[in-house]
C-alpha cells in the first residue's frame, strides 16, 4: 500500500527533479499518474518478496548466447541452463533482448518487443518462475532507428520533445566522454538549427529527462518488465542522464535523484524488486549510487576486475590489497555485483587514483601483448585515454613477463574466479568464461568492433558435445568454476552482507576473512598470486580448520605452503 508519507516522497523528487523546466500543474498531473501506476500495480499483484543469500549467483548472457537454427533461442538457452547451470545460478541477466539498430542489443528500437529471432514474453515469464531475471533499462538513449525518433521528427507522441537538442551555446568544454567520435550532430528540425546529443555512437541519441514524459515512459516500460517476469533493473549508461551547460553532465544532482524516485517507486510495488546502477567510473563516483541506502541496491564493482588481473599479471598483490583495505563494507540490502568479465572489456576509468601512469602503461603493455584491442574516450585537450581493453579474460591471464608461455594460464583462470566468487557481494560470472573463451578474432576481422572479440555465440550441440567430454578445454573449465560455485552457495560466510576483513599475508598473497551475519562461521580465503611455491605465516588456530575446495592444508614449521597460483577456502565448520 503506498502510504501518504512515500507519496509526500515522489512528490519531493519530481520537484527536485522538474521544478526549474515544468509547472505545478504538470508536476500534479506526474505525481498523480505515478500514483495511478503503482496502485494499479498492486491490485493485479500478490505481494512477493526478494529473497538475496548466499545462494544468489548471477550468470551474464545474451538472448543467443546458445543457439539453434531449429527454435527461437531464449527456448535453446532455458533448455541448456536446466541441463547445465540451474544447480550453480539462480539469477540470469539477458542483456538487451529488444529490437535494435547496433551495439549488440544497446541501440533499442522498441522496449516492448522482444527480438523475433529470440523468443517472446512468454519465454521470458517461463524461466521467471524459477528464476530471478535481470534486463536493461536502456535508458540514457534510443536508437536513431526507433519509432521514437521517427515520432521526433513528425512532433508525434509518443516521441515527441524525448531526444535531448542543444543549441549552440550551450557549453560542453568540460563534458566527460565515454568515447572518441563527435559529441554533437547538427542537424535542420521544425526550420531551426539544433544539435542532437550522442553519448555513445551516432546511432544512440541522448534522451532529454527535462520532459518528465520521458522518465514516465521508463516507469511503465519497468512495470511492463514485471509484468512480463524481470525483477532486477540494470539502469545502463545511468550517470550520462541529465545535462547542464558548463558541467561535466555526468552525474549530476538530477541523475541521482532520478534513482531515488525510481527506488521509491519500486519499494511500493507489490513484486520486490532490485535497481541496479551501471556506472564505469573511477571508484568514489562508482560508490555514490548506493546514496544514503536510498538508491541502487546493486553496484557493480567495477574496480574488481582490472585490480584482480592486474595482480595475477604481475604476481603482486599490492594495489588490491590497498583498494580491499579502503573498499566500503556494505549496509544490509546494498551489494556489490562482482565480476571479471562482462560482455564489454575491462574498464580502465575505475582504475584512476590507483594505478599510476607508469603502472597504468605497463598494465596496457602486458594485455596488448595478450591480443588486447583498446577503446578510448576523448579527454579536454582533444586527446585520447584508454576506456576499455577489450579481451577476454582467458586471453587477459594467459601469459605474463613471470610465465610467459602461458604454464599456469588454468590455475591463474580459476583463482581470480575463485576470489571473485567469495568476495563480499554477488558473484556475476558471463557466460563465455565458464568455458574460458579466448578471444573470437573471426568475428573482430567481420565487424571491426573491439568488443566482438568477447561476444562468441555457441551452437547448442557444439557446446554440449565439448562438456560432454570431460576432458575438453570447455568441460574443465566448466567444471572447475561451478563446483566453486557449488561450495559457496552452502556457506552462510559467503551471504552478500557477510562481513569482509582484509588479511595481509604479502604481496604475493592476497587474502580476507568472511564472517557469517550470525558470527556462526569463518571463512579464511587465501590465494597465491604467483608462480613460485609461497609460504605464508598462518595463526594456529587456522591449522585444523577445514579446507573447502581442496586438499588438506599443509603447514611446515608453523607456515603454509601454498602451491603456485592455489586458492584455498579454509572454514571453521
Known sequence: MLTQKDQKKIRLKLNNIFKLYSSKKDIDNFENEIVHIIKKFNQNNPKKKKNISEETSLIICYGDSVYSNK?????????????????????????PFYPSSSDSGFAVKDHYKIENKLGNWSDIKKISKSNNIMADVVINHSSARGLWFRNFLKNKKPGKDYFLKVDSKFDTSKVIRPRDHRLLKRINIFNKKEYLWRTFSADQLDLNFKNPSVLLRFIKIMINLINHGVTVFRLDAIAYLWKESGTKCINLKQTHEIIKLLRIICSNLNVGTIIVTETNLPEKENLSYFGKSDEAQWIYNFSLPPL??????????????????????????????????????????????????????NFLKRLKKNGSKFSYRKVKDKSKKVYEANITVFDAL??????????????????????????????????????????????????????????YKWNYKNISKKLDNKNSKQSIFYQKISSLLSVKRKQKAFHPNALRQNVNLGSKIFSFKRISIKKKQTIICITNLSSKFQKAKLNRIYHNWKNLIGPKIEIRNKLLILKPFETIWLSNK
Open 398 to 455: 594467459k601469459k605474463s613477463d613471470y610465465d610467459p608461455k602461458g604454464k599456469f594460464f588454468l590455475e591463474r583462470y580459476i583463482s581470480a574466479h575463485s576470489i571473485m566468487i567469495s568476495f563480499e557481494g554477488i558473484p556475476a560470472v558471463y557466460f563465455n568464461s565458464l568455458f574460458g573463451k579466448s578471444n573470437d578474432e573471426a568475428k573482430y576481422i567481420i565487424t571491426g568492433n573491439n568488443r566482438d572479440v568477447n561476444r
Open 308 to 361: 584482480l588481473i592486474h595482480a595475477f599479471l604481475f604476481e603482486n598483490s599490492s594495489y588490491l590489497n590497498q583498494w580491499s583495505r579502503k573498499l566500503p563494507i556494505t549496509k544490509k540490502g546494498n551489494c556489490y555485483l562482482n565480476f571479471i568479465s562482462s560482455h564489454d572489456g575491462i574498464g580502465i576509468r575505475p582504475t584512476e587514483g590507483i594505478f599510476n601512469k607508469k603502472i597504468l602503461n
Open 71 to 95: 527454435k527461437s533461442s531464449i527456448k535453446v538457452f532455458q533448455n541448456f541452463f536446466q541441463k547445465k547451470l540451474k544447480k550453480y545460478f539462480n539469477t540470469i541477466h539477458f542483456l
